[in-house]
């Protein structure tokens, strides 16, 4: 276990340091560079200022050399400052990571909870009225896009009806008593965590739907019904243990992507975790806060991959990392 | 049903025994004709979308303005026709491109095998583990001409196209690339491949001729799907400010300034986001109903 975990780990740390140079000459192909920026800032500074600049800052140098020298200033923790916040980047980002890990892990649970129970139900009955319906929600939420729907549930909720604001957070003042202080920031999640879920659910239903159908044709659960084992156990106790593995391995790899993938809902929502802060970045030419987002969110996508090929194995007693290791 | 029927006839009975699948066909023919029609219609009705009236801003339906007109004053029916062929050329044509692009990949590692699989995968394995979204935009917004592409070309309206259905399909390709391989393994064992090889068939004639063929059932279905997919990205890169650029209409620059006017005019955000999910949808299900045309397996359900 230790061995598959070391060589997990250095497959990782390989996988992100190729990353970093991909997201790297990527984000060094965006308009303009960061001598621009201070050129557009200084009207006085002459075409000979700026050279000197690009020598001081090094951007005149071969890309792969650039590349290095930010490298080991990030293996010593200097990510460099955030243009636009004035701040160091990971003092920008952990603040908006924690937002973000705050609305993606509540969706994730609620679409989850909502999923497993749905298609297994659908499964239980395929080609039933009700597996009908429950596929055509599915499909439903796999073609809304996220925009769109988040735009409908601000008509409704926020414009139409004002019970729930449109975005933003909650701004707790101090001393206000806890149980105030929550529904407050839950009234500011309703929506984008609404939004959220309902983009997930359509696909993590059809992924259970999908595996539960695949358990429930094995042979082994035709000799559990002619032996009398009572239906909730053949579905929960042979059928469902059996099509946890594949899905399990499915939400961890999405809840990896989610990190990122919420940069839409927050972005409607005005809520301020990494993936809007990723893209007002891209927008804004802040390089370096662009960068270091841009490697956070694929690193949990690569931790997404190890936890659910982690969880293949604790699920799955048959397969075994020793073996594959 | 006869027992004469072809392979191709029974999958096609079976798709329009897909009544899903069915409606959306219809649907997405009626799209078509009508987007690639639109100039021909506005020429009809008289109207030109790209004109802005402010006099004339957000107006209710009538006549002359079928569903209204948008906060410019151009007219919106025409407006939605034109966004529509935008999604369904960037869809359609970001589709093929990944399906080939994926293609070629998958079917080079699993025939070849060894060490070529292996760096293929890997790559493969990278660019899934890439941040979807925020990669999208740092290619969208990636300045054309430090790739060495030259600016009066960089500025022109189908370069920005071409360069959509690019950064959708480099995106896109991964799920076909594994797919094929997949299907080319299982396939490379099966004797007619290794019939090929004993007549002294070239690696290459096997691959195209021989596997692809075969593998060509799912390829068809990872590939309609995809457009719903790819159609999806294009709308939110536009709704970003980042995929296709104003003037030029696209259902998802059009929802960009919606929610501003939320207040004022709602149905600006309900139309475009609704074909938009109609056209995705449909493709989905067109999809789900060619799988089960074309998966034999399908017959015993």
């Known amino acids: 276990m230790s061995r598959y975990l070391a060589s997990r780990a250095v497959q990782t740390v390989v996988t992100l340091a190729l990353m970093s140079f991909v997201v790297y000459l990527l984000i060094g192909l ?86 497993l129970p749905l298609g297994i139900w659908a499964a239980h009955r395929p080609r039933s009225r009700a597996d009908y319906l429950i596929n055509l929600l599915c499909f439903a939420g796999i073609s809304a896009p996220p925009f769109w729907l988040a735009l409908l549930l601000i008509t409704l909720f926020a414009v139409t009806l004002g019970w729930l604001p449109a975005g933003g957070m909650a701004d707790i003042r101090p001393g206000t008593p806890w149980p105030a202080a929550l529904a407050e920031r839950l009234r500011f999640l309703a929506l984008p965590v609404a939004t959220l879920t309902l983009v997930q659910l359509g696909a993590y239903t059809r992924f259970m739907r999908g595996a539960m159908i695949e358990a429930l044709r094995q042979d082994y659960i035709r000799t559990a019904r002619a032996k009398g084992v009572p239906e909730g156990r053949v579905l929960w106790g042979h059928a469902f243990a059996n099509a946890l593995a594949p899905v399990l391995t499915i939400l961890a790899l999405s809840f990896g992507g989610l990190l990122s993938g919420a940069l839409i809902t927050e972005t409607m929502f005005a809520w301020p975790g990494m993936g809007k802060a990723i893209y007002q970045a891209i927008l804004d030419n802040d390089y370096n806060l662009a960068l270091v987002g841009l490697l956070i969110a694929t690193l949990a996508t690569i931790v997404g991959n190890l936890l659910a090929d982690l969880a293949y194995v604790w699920v799955d007693p048959r397969v075994s990392i020793a073996g594959s290791a | 049903m006869t027992a004469a029927a072809s392979p191709r006839r029974l999958a096609w009975s079976r798709l329009m025994r897909h009544s899903l699948a069915q409606v959306s066909l219809a649907f997405l023919a009626v799209l078509f004709v009508l987007s690639l029609a639109a100039p021909l219609i506005a020429q009809l009705r008289g109207i030109d979308p790209s004109t802005t009236d402010l006099f004339r801003r957000l107006e209710a339906p009538s006549a002359e303005h079928w569903l209204g007109t948008d906060d410019l004053g151009r007219d919106l029916f025409q407006r939605l026709l034109d966004g529509g062929r935008v999604s369904l050329l960037v869809g359609l044509s970001g589709a093929l491109l990944s399906a080939i692009l994926g293609a070629i990949v998958g079917v080079l590692a699993g025939y070849l095998g060894g060490r070529l699989d292996s760096v293929l995968m890997r790559l493969t394995d990278g660019v899934i583990a890439l941040p979807l979204l925020p ?27 071409y360069r959509i259905v690019v950064i959708v399909a480099l995106t896109g390709w991964t799920t076909v690339a594994r797919l094929v391989r997949a299907e080319t393994l299982s396939l490379k064992a099966r004797d007619f491949t290794r019939a090929a090889q004993a007549l002294g068939a070239v690696p290459l004639r096997i691959m195209f001729r021989h596997i692809l063929p075969n593998a060509a059932g799912s390829l068809v279905v990872a590939t309609t799907m995809s457009v719903g997919t790819l159609i999806l990205f294009e709308s939110t890169l536009s709704f970003l400010g980042l995929g296709t650029q104003p003037p030029a209409a696209s259902w998802g620059n059009m929802l960009t300034g919606a929610q501003e006017l939320l207040q004022q005019a709602p149905v600006l955000a309900l139309w475009p986001g609704l074909l938009i999910f109609l056209t995705v949808i449909a493709f989905n299900f067109v999809g789900d109903g060619l799988q089960d045309a074309l998966d034999p397996r399908s017959e015993r359900r």
């Open chain 2, 135 to 161: 990669l999208l935009i740092v290619l969208a917004a990636i300045d054309p001409r430090k790739i060495g592409i030259p600016a009066d070309i960089s500025q022109s309206e189908t370069f920005s196209l």
């Open chain 1, 30 to 115: 965006m308009p303009g560079d960061p001598i621009d920026m201070m050129i557009a800032g200084d009207p006085k500074m002459t075409s000979a200022d700026a050279a000197r600049l690009r020598a001081v800052y090094g951007i005149d140098k071969p890309l792969m050399e650039r590349y290095l020298a930010w490298a080991g200033q990030a293996l010593q923790g200097n990510f460099g400052y955030s243009r636009s916040f004035n701040q160091p980047v990971l003092a920008v980002l952990w603040p908006r990571l924690l937002n973000t890990l705050v609305l993606a892990g509540i969706a994730f649970g609620l679409a989850t909870a909502i999923a």
